[in-house]
């Protein structure tokens, strides 16, 4: 894993909670990413070291800087770290870009629906700037929802686009929104997929591809009328912040102990009902690889050398791991025999 130390050289403000880390692209190892792919950014605070992915929201063939757009999450460790400490002229550390939330390059269509909700937008963003300026004939709907105008993230750079680009529609759903300011792309409520197909004109679902990045309910309920309007599975993408957990799924599981070789070491560790080996790992203080925490980049690619476990909440089936290959932000143990290496 390639890491790069990058330079900050400015911080814009988006919203009251909202700002953008923009990043200098090194001089002679220049950052290669795709539209839609993440940055993860690596800190060290009170002595424990943090990674956290964020999706970038610069296009790579439309921006000079790297671009990353950070919400404050309440009591969330890294996010306040980034807001409340980090400076421009600071240098941070990041792993290679990754992810794969992109424009596949072997299909063929007309139109991008982009789906998303609060800061959702950082990867849609960065998909509509590299989109509309490579191929400005492809259409590309944004359906955004947000609590009101003032919390919209990147409300000035929608604007501009679409003032630039008329193959580029956004439709803004708020659920605080006084009746009076309705037009025809903006709508009261949450985004609602229905809403959505009537005001649009529905011939532009043929050959259309979908991104959707927002809360689970956006996800579930986007893809559920898609599939009624016959849009293929593999066409709708999508990209979790958090890994979706389904406590059904943890019905079965108890708290197990395990040996976890890392390093040369090996670890006894206690995991409890509910936490990944992963989480505990760290909480151990093992400075252990990883970075998505969603099941989407390997990083946390562990061997199973006895034992049994279960990965929970990874989205797609994973034929590209072995029997014996585990990711352990997703790996939970089923007895207690677990020898694990990573
Ligand atoms: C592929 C990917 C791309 C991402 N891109 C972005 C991005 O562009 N912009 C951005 O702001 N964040 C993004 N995130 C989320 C980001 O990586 C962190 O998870 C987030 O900043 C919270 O980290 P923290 O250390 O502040 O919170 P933590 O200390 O890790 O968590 C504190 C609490 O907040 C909850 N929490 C964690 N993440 C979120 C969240 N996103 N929303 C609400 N509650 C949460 C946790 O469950 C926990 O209870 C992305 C995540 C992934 C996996
Ligand atoms: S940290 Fe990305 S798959 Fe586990």
Not at 14 to 42: N, W
Not at 152 to 163: A, G, M, S, W, Y
Not at 218 to 245: A, C, R
Not at 263 to 283: A, M, Q, R, T
Request: charged share 25%.
């Amino acid at each position: 894993m390639q890491i790069f130390t990058l330079k900050i050289v400015e911080i814009r403000k988006e919203t009251s909670d909202t700002i953008t880390l923009c990043f200098k692209q090194p001089g002679l190892k220049k950052v290669r990413y795709l539209a839609g792919q993440y940055l993860t950014l690596i800190f060290r605070i009170n002595g424990r070291r943090y990674i956290r992915p964020y999706s970038f929201s610069s296009a790579p063939n439309v921006d000079k800087h790297l671009e990353v757009t950070i919400k404050k999450v309440p009591n969330g460790i890294v996010s306040n770290h980034i807001h409340d400490i980090v400076k421009v002229d600071d240098s941070i550390e990041t792993m290679s870009p990754m992810g794969n939330f992109i424009i596949p390059d072997n299909k063929d269509y007309k139109t991008i629906f982009l789906w998303g909700a609060g800061s959702g937008i950082t990867p849609l963003m960065s998909i509509a700037k590299s989109s509309l300026s490579s191929n400005p004939d492809i259409n590309v709907n944004l359906i955004y929802g947000n609590r009101n105008k003032e919390n919209t993230i990147f409300k000035r750079d929608i604007n501009v686009l679409q003032e630039k680009f008329t193959t580029f529609k956004p439709y803004h759903f708020y659920t605080q929104l006084s009746v009076k300011e309705q037009l025809p792309n903006i709508v009261q409520g949450r985004i609602n997929p229905e809403k959505v197909l009537e005001i649009i004109d529905q011939n532009s679902l043929n050959n259309s591809i979908h991104f959707i990045c927002g809360p689970t309910g956006l996800k579930e309920s986007v893809k559920e009328i898609l599939l009624l309007y016959s849009i293929e599975p593999e066409n709708i993408f999508y990209e979790d912040f958090e890994l979706v957990k389904d406590p059904k799924d943890f019905e079965d599981i108890e708290t197990r102990n395990i040996n976890l070789f890392f390093n040369g070491f090996e670890h006894k560790l206690e995991i409890p009902k509910g936490k990944s080996i992963l989480e505990v790992g760290l909480d151990a203080g093992l400075e252990l690889p990883y970075s998505c925490q969603t099941g989407n980049c390997n990083t946390c690619k562990g061997k199973l050398k006895d034992g049994l476990m279960r990965m929970i909440g990874l989205k797609d089936i994973r034929n590209d791991l072995s029997k014996d290959e585990f990711l352990l932000c997703c790996s939970h143990p089923l007895n207690n025999e677990v020898y694990i290496e990573i």
